[in-house]
């Protein structure tokens, strides 16, 4: 094989066939091996290998199961045959990925007095490639201050203004989708599966547009919108707004799904976990409640803060693990999800709390006053009693004040800030994922790509109610019932009564059941009639057989006079 990639006819014109000194003449057989004396071929094969892909290995990996319990020898090396590829497969698995490595790329200083949030965004863009310089950009808009919200691939950009200025466009390309101006207050705005459509949370209903800027719907139940979040694997969107209601809205059938009433007023912060779709809300009371659309009442109720909760969190890079949280009383906190007895971290922002969100690689970037603070993993999800920040890794100031939103660029190392100027992105490096899933989020896909990653997305869309805290219960096992004797699989509905009070673990001992079958059938058939008893008990009175007597079709007067209870006569 070495061989033959060697001798492609890749070095010279096809049209100058090179002739070699072992050829002979109108006598090459199909089988014939090439001659050793050719100085191209032995320059080459020394630097030619095949892929460990395409390599035939005759030994079987390790921990490869032989199967000898299998008497047919044809279904025997069919699964040894299978076993030995998907352990190959998962020992090339680390050949596949290119660009995994074990360091993000972050700034490193070299001294210990040298600190990396001393370095600016001006040295940043210089040192890094031209490439990705670009994502270090100013962009000042009238009709601030702005929120924006990137797609799953992170290549398109929405922003919406408070004064009705929307827009999407392709950053990395400049093309501009649509630019809207609505003449109305807009509060939250965020793309559907993909950049075809998009919604926005405006004066008084949710609207939807399409690509194009063209009205497509108008969903008058999300009155008074204030955030939206869209879950791609459950095509739903979800809202939040001055009512306190939040609602789920199915985008694939345009039904309702459900609403739940939250009961702490009006609601301006909301974030999802993507790890589960669990839709967190910051209250103006201080709590944070987790809700799920199959649970009427919050599945965690948290005190998170002394006042209003300015924004929520979700890390993603721990599977949802951790969530932060802000709050007017000028507090940042890390909490750890798995349980809730305590903040992780917890210390006083500068300027009082505002924005905070995660990367995909878990750095943390906090908007305070003037400035956005990033810090870096792991140094924030580890415990630390004291109430001092974590070390911190850039720091970059705004003087356009309010800061309301910031925004991580998926696969990129580029957060984007809102402010009421228009908007600022800055390099952040090692914060943007380097590997991407084509399958699920891919940059670089064509118009076809998209329409099949959306059908697939359609035909695998998960049902609302397995939303839950724990995801891993899908597919497990479900416990053994409590309704069932010990002993036998009797249904609990079969079982003697006093069987089912100890099932209950309300059994009162003192009670003796009959053991023998005659006082147990005797038993049985006393209950019969004293139930038929009760079930009699008041039809044999004389006013009860008059009007069993008079009854008819009609409404007489005269029986609903004599039907009516004696307090209403009186």
Known sequence: MDSLIAQADAIRPLAKRRKLSGDIPHR??????????????????????????????????????????IANPKLRSELIRQSAHAAQSKALLKDAELLLTEDAGKIEVEGEMEKTWRVGQDEIARSAGQEAAKGRREWKLDGGPYKSRYSRNGRHLAVVGKTGHVATFDWQAGTLHAELQLQETCRDITFFQDQSHFAVAQKKYVYIYDRDGVELHCLKAHIEPTRLEFLPYHWLLASVGNGGYLKYQDTSTGQLLVEHRTKFGACNTMAQNRHNAVIHLGHQNGTVTLWTPNLPHP????????????????????????????????????????????????????????EVEWSAKGSLAVATGGSVNIYTAPTVHQAFTPKMPPPLYITHPIPHRPLTSLRFCPFQDILTIGHSAGLSSVLVPGSGEPNFDSAEADPFETKKARREREVKGLLEKIQPDMISLDPEFVGSLAPPSKLTSGSTDTPFARLPRLERL???????????????????????????????????RGKGKSMKRYLRKQRKNVIDPTAVWISLPIYTLL
């Open 28 to 69: 090459r057989t199909k089988n014939a091996q090439p001659s050793t004396t050719d100085d191209t071929l032995n320059s080459v094969v020394k630097h030619t290998s095949l892929p460990k892909s395409l390599r035939v290995t005759e030994s079987l990996p390790e921990n490869v199961p032989k199967h000898t319990h």
């Open 502 to 536: 100890r099932t209950q673990g309300k059994a009162d001992e003192t009670e003796i059941a009959n053991d023998s079958p005659d006082e147990d059938h005797s038993g049985k058939k006393q209950d019969r009639e004293a139930r038929e008893k009760r079930k009699m």
């Open 299 to 354: 599945a965690v109720q948290l005190l998170a803060h002394l006042g209003p909760v300015v924004s929520v969190s979700i890390d993603q890079s721990t599977g949802g693990r951790f969530m932060s949280t802000t709050g007017q009383d000028g507090t940042v906190k890390v909490w750890d999800c798995r349980n809730w007895k305590g903040a992780v971290r917890e210390w006083s922002a500068r300027g009082g709390g505002g």
